[in-house]
């Protein structure tokens, strides 16, 4: 297993999870990062994104302000911090290691994915 994504869990509106991502130092420390989701029906889209040194971020529109993506690269880990959760956030959220130094939004940017941790938001 190259990724191993954990933090998942049942958590109501408005409430607060941090998703943690840990890798190898051969598949985390020099690569772009990000993370995923796929809520049920639907595709897999890019969530939020980090450079390989964490001077760079992106996110999607419905996430900002809400989510903080970031890392630590002497532990090989990757986070996001998700607050004020929605029902919309209900997903399986997914990390991935990017082919480059950077991290970008399409599924074919990276190489190496987690298994996968679900999200789920109660109202």
């Known amino acids: 297993v190259q990724l191993q994504a954990s933090g998942g869990g049942l958590v109501q509106a408005g409430g607060s999870l941090r998703l943690s991502c840990t890798g190898s130092r051969r598949t985390v420390s020099n690569n772009g990062m990000a993370w995923f989701r796929q809520a049920p029906g639907k595709e897999r889209q890019f969530v939020a994104g980090?450079?390989?040194?964490?001077?760079?971020?992106r996110y999607i529109d419905s996430v900002k302000g809400r989510f903080t993506i970031s890392r630590d690269r002497a532990k090989n880990t990757l986070y996001l911090q998700m607050n004020s959760l929605e029902l919309e956030d209900t997903a399986v959220y997914y990390c991935a290691a990017s082919r480059s130094s950077w991290a970008g939004s399409r599924e074919s940017d990276f190489l190496y994915w987690g298994q996968g941790t679900l999200v789920t938001v109660s109202s």
């Open positions: 980090i450079s390989w040194n964490g001077d760079g971020t």
